[in-house]
């Protein structure tokens, strides 16, 4: 198993294991990732600046996180209990025939890692509420629920969690 940040040459890989798992929230009743938070654009966006890492299984990529630096879009600006230096987590995923082998976990401990190397204070991620597997993961993981949080465009209310650092 391998993690690393993800180069221009795996965009189309990423892309695709992130429109599956899209698919695959839909066959769940899991309506909660839009077209503007999966978009290519964006997926694009965020792997050309450095924020996406991919984790390689034989050298098959199985799994995504998106991790940004700082507060990139405000969605956080008015969410009072957050610290002054954290990280935030986005666009989780595991490649369905993969999950249930520990590869989420190995995603959050690289996420935790380097944020305790850059001497953030925390991570922050969310859930929607119906998501119990994505919770569940992030709970075995240390992370606790901090909150909630309305995210645009589509106004759903998610769960906020917090991992604390350092």
Known sequence: MEIRKAQENDLIEVLY????????LRDNELYHWNSTYT???LVREDVFNGNT???LENKVIVGTVTLYEKNHNDVYANVEFL???FMILRRLVVFSTFQQKGYASALLKHATDLASEQKFDSI???AYYKNERYIEALKKNGFNEAGKI????????FDCFEKKLN
């Open 39 to 41: 978009s290519r654009e």
């Open 150 to 157: 309305s995210l645009p465009p589509q106004e759903l209310v």
């Open 53 to 55: 890492y991919i984790l």
């Open 17 to 24: 294991l992130i429109g599956r798992s899209k698919q695959d």
């Open 124 to 126: 922050i991620t969310e």
């Open 83 to 85: 610290p002054e230096k």
